[in-house]
């Protein structure tokens, strides 16, 4: 598994979810500050694949 097939890497401040405009920032929000489980996430994003 490499990174690049899940992530478009645009800049070291900005990296998104590939084929989306999701960066990962919003994700990492999602799951460790406020806990969300992966499940929970994939619903609340519906851009993600």
């Known amino acids: 598994m490499q990174l690049e097939e899940y992530f478009d ?25 406020a806990g969300a489980a992966p499940e929970a996430i ?3 994003f519906i851009v993600l694949p």
Request: glycine fraction near 8%.
């Open 42 to 44: 994939a619903r609340n």
């Open 9 to 33: 890497f645009l800049s070291p401040d900005d990296i998104r979810v590939k084929g989306t405009r999701m960066g990962i920032e919003h994700i990492l929000d999602e799951y460790i500050h």
